[in-house]
């Protein structure tokens, strides 16, 4: 069987390590895949958002089945050309997709179901808009681009200045394009963090374990956002009675909320949640694996995600097919000197095997290049570091044992992954 894996983060690294597991004669191409993943899977210069490439791709090599994680060519319907082009595929439809490509989409879906979430209102005039906070007058206050916008489109203003500025960039400026030509003005939400993914196949949904991403650049959570610098999984903040209001209140009313316009979702269901004193609501959604996200929920996974994926896309899914292992995972992000600013590539990294990995640890490959056999940085988040062991604790020590033998020149990374977590451990 031939699967073809559309990216190239360490998000695709994790997902086509866990695919080859128990299904030892599968295929695997990625495209545009990265260094490490060559070691893994044929990787194919394709880009993830040539939507007519990726399907003459997907004919040309007769892939079996094709599994699409990135955003971007989500929100543009790979998941439906692949399917007119006869192609089985895992991964939500164009409309289904909307449920994070627009902000606007899914806070109108929010508000029309009755979904917890943060109250909002939405604003096509930066006049208009400026006149509400203004009126409003209450701070911190959450500004968000209604498109995609490469995570940087949430602005969380602490005064009337940030919230100027935040409009202008976003709606004069265009800074994304048209994704800010509307915005989502909302309510600042208090509370810890949980995300939690999913599988769903259009009718039923079943939760991954939960897992906690660390946004910020530096320690102790300062400095401007990121793609995300490291993860731990479960959370233990996702108490029991955390998971099943979350279930009642939130999974299963949008699951039926997005059958009822129409688009049902079928694919990776990611849930930003923030656990307030009201109860658990939601922050966003995803149409799709997080990043680092997945690099900590995969490895935990205890069944076929090959049979699991295909299972969401023909409407067969069940609670049996997923379980999980009784560990816990910790992912700590190698990133290059000057990221999430500007930052050179082509370090070479030191500490890999031939085949990008290290002894004791998993590493997933971000933004690397591999040419004569040696790896060089690629990208801004270069490797995930990643460990599984009995406790969060052990996981987090044997993560950061193996960041302190596999690095390069310029590296930074977080030393505190997992620190808040561990504290909620104890108490
Ligand atoms: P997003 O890009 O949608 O994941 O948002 C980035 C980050 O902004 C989130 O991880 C939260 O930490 C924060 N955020 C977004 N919306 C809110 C909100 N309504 N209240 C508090 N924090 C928020
Ligand atoms: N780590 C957050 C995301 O994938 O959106």
Redesign the pocket.
Known sequence: MRVLVVGGGGREHAVIRKLKEGNADLEILCAPGNGGISADAEIIPVSATDVEGMVALAKERQADYVVVTPDDPLALGMVDAMKEAGFDAFGPTKAAARIEASKVFSKNLMRKYGIPT?GYEVFTSPETALAYVRENNRYPT?I?ADGLAL?K??I?AQDEEEAKAALHHLMVDKAFGESGSRVVI????TGV?VSVLSFADGNTIVPMVSSMDH?RVNDNDEGP?TGGMGTIAPSPFYTREAAERCMEEIFLPTMAAMKAEGCPFSGCLYF?L?LTEDGPKV??YNSRFGDPETQVVLPLLDGNLLEIMQACSKGCLSEDMVHWKKEAAACVIEASGGYPGSYEKGKRIEGLREDGQADGVMVFHSGTKKTDGVYYTNGGRVLGITACAPTLKEALAKAYEGVERIGFEGMHYRRDIGAKALKGCEE
């Open positions: 943060a959450v968000k995570g489109g949430v969380i909302e309510e600042f939400l963090e946004k956002n930003g923030i922050i966003e």
